[in-house]
T-cell receptor, first 113, second 111 residues
């Protein structure tokens, strides 16, 4: 069974540009989560999809971040415009509906210059 | 607001030692707790998941315990090996859903 995959693995952009991160969850997992770890801090929750619906987006830092999951399969997280403080590692995780164990992807390292 | 603390922040031990990593959380109303390891530049690998109704879980040389009333979990690693070197993270969930993570404990096992 393929694990959670994320693309790209690393992205370097300039302040003010737009970046889109992609997450492909494990096949059949209806729950999809985004987290991020900014420099020197703990991993923090961003949002949670159940299928294509946003179940909880309480962790989204501001309206420069937009997450979508059209069709309830893969998800994208767009940052527009990117700021320096957005630099960090963005993780995606998935789990079965009603499942307790979350499986994480390798993360996308975002560097905003 | 749930806060998760992991102590120590870093730990260095010689190969073969048994060791304990600690995780404490402020709100005891949790749904479950999950331990992960993270290797440098890699994602999180799930190690053990403990439901709120459970007291411990074991997998190979790893044993995780949970004491909800005191807001603590420990990860016990027996007979440590250099390959155990990684950052260990605990994550607490109040409901099925989002996790609150600690900062992690970075473990180095010296040959």
């Amino acid at each position: 069974e393929a694990g959670v995959t994320q693309f790209p693995s690393h992205s370097v952009i300039e302040k003010g540009q737009t970046v889109t991160l992609r997450c492909d969850p494990i096949s059949g997992h209806d729950n999809l989560y985004w987290y991020r770890r900014v420099m020197g801090k703990e991993i923090k929750f961003l949002l949670h999809f159940v299928k294509e619906s946003k179940q909880d987006e309480s962790g989204m830092p501001n309206n420069r971040f937009l997450a979508e999951r059209t069709g309830g399969t893969y998800s994208t997280l767009k940052v527009q415009p990117a700021e320096l403080e957005d630099s960090g590692v963005y993780f995606c995780a998935s789990s079965h509906l009603g499942g307790d164990e979350q499986f994480f992807g390798p993360g996308t390292r975002l560097t905003v210059l | 607001k749930q806060e998760v603390t992991q102590i120590p922040a870093a730990l260095s031990v010689p190969e073969g030692e048994n060791l304990v990593l600690n995780c404490s959380f402020t709100d005891s109303a949790i749904y479950n707790l999950q331990w992960f390891r993270q290797d440098p530049g890699k994602g999180l690998t799930s190690l053990l998941l403990i439901q709120s109704s459970q007291r411990e879980q074991t997998s190979g040389r790893l044993n995780a315990s949970l004491d909800k009333s005191s807001g603590r979990s420990t990860l016990y690693i027996a007979a440590s090996q250099p390959g155990d070197s990684a950052t260990y993270l605990c994550a607490v969930r109040p409901i099925p859903g989002k996790s609150t993570f600690g900062d992690g404990t970075t473990l180095t096992v010296k040959p």
